[in-house]
């Protein structure tokens, strides 16, 4: 199993950064892929980002490509979303989750079994 718990979310001007973290208890973390979602009020909820197990392979939404990224450092089992020149498009709750059973740094919310309370996020113009 892998517990997670986001932080870091809070209030922003557009044009600002934050850096979410993701901080993982478990035995299968260092073995899962890690992916931020988010949902914004009356969305459905989107993926942002993935990174696999040793980092080798990310992915990210064509919405933040440039502007978000996303690393892992199995050693303190966390993994961080630096979002910089944010939108109030990006306004959401941010959620990471697990994905134990693939190698893949899938978009599809389907492959992530476990899942954080998550962060908000807001984004003000």
């Known amino acids: 199993q892998v517990q997670l718990v986001e932080s870091g979310g809070g209030l922003v001007q557009s044009g600002g950064s934050l850096r979410l973290s993701c901080a993982a208890s478990?035995?299968?973390?260092?073995?899962?892929?890690i992916g931020w979602f988010r949902q914004a009020p009356g969305k459905e909820r989107q993926f942002v980002a993935a990174v696999t197990y040793n980092s080798g392979s990310t992915n990210y939404a064509d919405s933040v490509k440039g502007r978000f990224t996303i690393s892992r450092d199995n050693a303190e089992k966390t993994v961080d979303l630096q979002m910089t020149a944010l939108k109030p498009e990006d306004t959401a709750i941010y959620y990471c989750?697990?994905?134990?059973?693939?190698?893949?740094?899938?978009?599809?919310?389907?492959?992530?079994?476990?899942w954080g309370q998550g962060t908000q996020v807001t984004v003000s113009s």
């Open positions: 989750a697990a994905d134990s059973s693939s190698l893949s740094a899938n978009n599809r919310q389907y492959h992530y079994n476990y």
């Open positions: 478990g035995r299968s973390f260092n073995y899962a892929t």
